[in-house]
């Protein structure tokens, strides 16, 4: 049961698609103060689990840290970050008391969960114009289905996007591309996608093609097509400021832009340079950028990923004019570290400034809405708009979309990755931990950079972490300039990426039909152990280990020079090896704890008691693949009820559903 209770006068933020009449009772489970702002307090019992919050740093337990709901450019993001990309309000309490809640509110929430004080979650926010929606249910899972029918069904992408994709910060020519496509190729290591990062336009300007570098862009498309391989280009939330830019000036003739307090179009350095923000919050603005993408899907362009849409502002025009007025204060030739401090405060200043984000406005029914107060709606609103045009551009098919920024309700619409991480082994584990919380708002398609976007990337963690990524519906390697190169094929021994990334194709049918399952019944893709085994606490306090579907387990490596690690099994189980060569090797196990070896080339997975899944026969491409001859591994006897459609269709009424026995 779903009940929603409102403070002051919320923004509509569209989280919520069902009409839910507001409660005149007090809100469960929380005690309210509006003093300053508007905080709920709850006590939390010695063993609860706090779930929840989608992209956050820390724990599967929430519990122990400060959280700041708020979209936020933090490109070398740790341990201690309080603010990613994106912003997902949903926390779910298991323990002594079980129940899940939903704070819609569009701009910087804090969620301090037993860090000021270890037995008090405390949720705040600077304004008390609030709506809090109670879940109440008598396990995680039924409280989780029932917040997802509240919000809408989950995006669901083409079949082919479920295939490994490669991408760099950048692929600088049409050649770099056709030496990627040519060289996975050759080492037969198997490939659905290419992006095109920011270098594939002209000085960075949305919808268009340098004619140097990519010239023969449509040719491109047809050759890499003829190979299996789709590209997928970047587009930036920025619009270079530059006369005889057709998008500029229409946009600007029609008023398109985010504009300041005067209502003048509000300028900030992004990539290009000087841009304008298009005001998504407005409807026929989005609308008109989203039909832009006409562009590219008109070259047979099939998929985009939307970028820089916090949005992220390197600098302002006010902001420089602030800089060199600070900087002028600063007594000339002082070499002092408390000047050199001064000095670097000021340059660290000018990017994501909040004094920036204060001076933007948006128009909203007819009003002046300052951006600060909707913020974390800009990227979910960018990419619900391009969502919506796409539908009408390429109205028969599926288009993959994925998102930096987000917030719930953008799940409808696309996808997220998990944004700019870094080559670091706790970089892998830290995606682990989001997965289940990213589903739980709704956000199926998922993934991380795999082999980390910052830093030089070892043989070794971009192995470990294919072994998790072959799980993730979204499977992306990208990496950031000026980085060593991390294709699979620029390794020794490429052989071993061929085998990890062949066993992602075998296992599509089953994952494919998982995520279908997921959309059409508000469920999980990736689950905690505890939500299936509460009464267990090993299984509850289990932070690294995942369901992956109703039938399989994984435990992923996630350490450096691991032999392999300890893994619990929660029930008696079916473990699976690949081994060099493609082959798989099966062992039973009992419950409890073991330790699994699992060399470097090696995944290991686990089928559950009385389960079996699909496999089908790895191809180059999904689009090569035979998705009717299957084979089914697991527990005799057990039957499997497949889902699959053809892939493509935007019709999702034509899933065909079919049981399968062992």
């Given amino acids: 049961m779903v009940k929603k209770y409102t403070f002051g006068t919320p923004f509509n933020t569209g989280a919520i698609v069902e009409d839910i009449k507001a409660e005149s009772t007090p809100v469960p489970y929380f005690e309210i103060n509006t003093d300053e702002g508007i905080s709920f307090s709850c006590k939390l019992a010695d063993k609860d689990i706090v779930y929840g919050l989608g992209e956050a740093t820390r724990g599967i337990n929430k519990r122990g840290y400060v ?36 704070f819609d509110y569009p701009t910087r929430l804090t969620f301090d969960i037993g860090f000021t004080k270890a037995d008090t979650m405390r949720i705040y926010c600077d304004k008390a114009d609030i709506d809090v929606y109670i879940i109440e249910g008598s396990a ?26 490669q991408s760099r910060w950048s692929y600088y020519t049409a050649d770099a591309v056709r030496e990627v496509a040519k060289n996975y190729r050759k080492e037969s290591i198997p490939l659905d996608a290419i992006f095109l990062d920011i270098d594939y336009m002209d000085e960075y300007k949305d919808f268009t093609v340098s004619d140097e570098r990519f010239g023969d862009l449509p040719q491109l498309i047809d050759e890499m097509k003829a190979e299996g391989i789709r590209l997928v280009p970047i587009i930036d939330a920025g619009v270079k400021i530059e006369k005889g830019y057709d998008i500029y000036e229409e946009g600007l003739e029609k008023g398109y832009f985010c504009v300041d307090k005067d209502g003048k179009p509000f300028s900030a350095g992004v990539w290009p340079g000087l841009t304008h923000f298009p005001d998504f919050l407005n409807e026929e603005a989005g609308l008109w950028f989203g039909l832009k993408y006409k562009a590219l899907t008109d070259l047979g362009i099939e998929g985009f990923w939307n970028d820089m849409n916090e949005p992220a502002i390197f600098y302002s025009e006010k902001g420089i004019e602030r800089f060199y007025e600070k900087l002028a204060e600063i007594t000339n030739g002082d070499k002092s570290v ?71 309700g953008m799940h409808r619409s696309a996808g997220i990755w998990t944004g700019d991480n870094f080559s670091w082994w706790s970089h892998i584990l830290l995606e682990l931990k989001q997965l289940p919380a990213l589903n739980m708002c709704g956000f199926l398609y998922v993934g991380a ?84 085994y509460k009464d267990d606490e090993v299984a509850r306090s289990c932070e690294d280990q995942l369901f992956v579907g109703n039938e399989l387990m994984i435990a992923p490596v996630y350490t450096q020079n691991a032999l392999g690690r300890y893994v619990y099994l929660p029930e008696d189980m079916r473990a699976v090896r690949l081994k060099k060569g493609g082959e798989l090797q099966f062992e039973d196990m009992p419950k409890g704890h073991h330790f699994v070896e699992i060399p470097l080339h090696e995944v290991v997975f686990f089928i559950r008691k009385d389960k079996c899944i699909p496999l089908a026969k790895s191809a180059l491409s999904t689009d090569a693949m035979d998705f009717d001859t299957l084979r089914l591994i697991g527990f005799e006897g057990a039957k499997y009820e497949l889902y699959t459609d053809d892939g493509i269709s935007s019709d999702l009424n034509k899933i065909e559903k079919k049981i399968w026995e062992n």
């Avoid at 995680?140 to 479920?162: C, D, Q, T």
């Avoid at 390429?394 to 930096?404: D, G, H, I, Q, Y």
């Avoid at 799980?471 to 490429?494: G, I, K, S, V």
């Fill in 67 to 102: 959280y700041n709901s708020y979209c936020s450019d933090d490109f070398c993001h740790m341990e201690t970050t309080k603010s990613l990309y994106g912003a997902h309000n949903f926390i779910l309490v298991e323990g002594k008391k079980t129940f899940g809640a939903f």
């Fill in 140 to 165: 995680p899972l039924e409280i989780v289905k029932e917040f997802r029918k509240v919000i809408g069904k989950s995006y669901v992408p083409p079949r082919w996007a479920m295939g490994y994709m």
């Fill in 338 to 408: 408390d000047n050199y401090n001064k000095i670097k405060d000021i340059v660290n200043g000018l990017q994501n400034s909040q004094e920036d984000y204060n001076s933007i406005y948006h128009k909203v029914n007819g009003k002046l809405v300052k951006h600060n107060d909707i913020h974390n709606m800009y990227g979910y609103k960018m990419t619900e708009c391009t969502a919506k045009a796409l539908e009408k551009l390429r109205p028969e098919e599926r288009t993959l979309l994925f998102s930096r920024a987000s917030y719930v």
């Fill in 449 to 532: 950079d795999l082999g980390g976007f910052g830093c030089d990337a070892s043989r070794d963690l971009v192995l470990r972490w294919l072994g998790l990524g072959i799980f993730t519906p979204l499977m992306r390697n990208h990496a950031a300039l000026c980085t060593r190169d991390q294709e699979c094929y620029q390794f020794e021994n490429p052989e071993d990426f061929k085998n990890i990334i062949e066993l992602r194709y075998r296992l599509l049918p089953y994952l494919y039909s998982e995520f279908l399952k997921c959309a059409e019944n508000d469920e999980m893709f990736f689950k905690p152990l505890g939500f299936e």
